[in-house]
């Protein structure tokens, strides 16, 4: 099983955005199951669950794990063929963004634009690797800053692009023979802060009339 996996067809698009198509590939990203055994976690007849598992079988996001007796009837157990899934804008591709239409460093939606653009080129290189049976360079750097200001966060933006651009200029050898162009995308975004769980938040006051 893959940790992750990009759908790039618009047709498994659609089919893992059905909601218990998604509880199903949930489900078995947890470990092979059957038909029966998944249909008393859904709450569905054994058939439908069948049909449910064939459609995401056709389009390559589960797969046979292996078969097993049970009384007179041989039980299939799937599996997905990923841990998560991430949809490529491929799948949308007359509407896809495209970075190259403006530029505009400070816009949140360009940003946007840029991280489907990721998306997209980073799963079309992951799908011709895996066909070449070949190993894909990338790397990331991931990271979190607290800025004490704006101010703070603005000068780290220009010392961030001045580095960055100076790395460019040193490394950068279009004339190279043999060489191989790489596109480096950085991003600096607000952190998103998940709400605290109901059990770990503080209990409220409580009035009370007199």
Do not use: C
Not at 45 to 54: A, C, F, G, T
Not at 112 to 118: D, E, K, T
């Amino acid at each position: 099983m893959l940790d992750v996996t990009v759908i790039e067809d618009p047709e498994a698009a659609a089919v893992s955005l059905d909601p218990i198509r998604a509880r199903l590939l949930a489900e078995l990203a947890l470990g092979p199951a059957s038909a029966a055994m998944l249909a008393d976690k859904v709450g569905l007849p054994r058939q439908k669950v069948n049909y449910h598992l064939k459609a995401l079988e056709r389009h390559g996001l589960v797969e046979l794990a292996g078969e097993r007796r049970k009384g007179n009837v041989t039980e299939r157990l799937m599996r997905a063929t990923a841990a998560s899934y991430v949809i490529s804008p491929l799948a949308l591709a007359a509407v896809q963004p495209d970075p190259d239409r403006f530029r505009d460093q400070l816009s949140a939606r360009w940003l946007l634009a840029l991280g489907a653009r990721l998306v997209r080129d980073v799963g079309t290189l992951i799908t011709g690797a895996a066909k070449a049976r070949k190993r894909l360079a990338t790397f990331a750097l991931d990271g979190e800053v607290t800025f004490a200001s704006a101010a703070d966060r603005a000068a780290f933006v220009q010392e961030l692009t001045a580095g960055v651009s100076a790395l460019i200029r040193k490394y950068d050898a279009p004339d190279a023979e043999g060489g191989r162009g790489h596109r480096i995308v950085v991003a600096v975004h607000p952190t998103i802060t998940e709400p605290a769980p109901a059990a770990e938040r503080p209990a409220m006051p409580t009035s009370t009339k007199e």
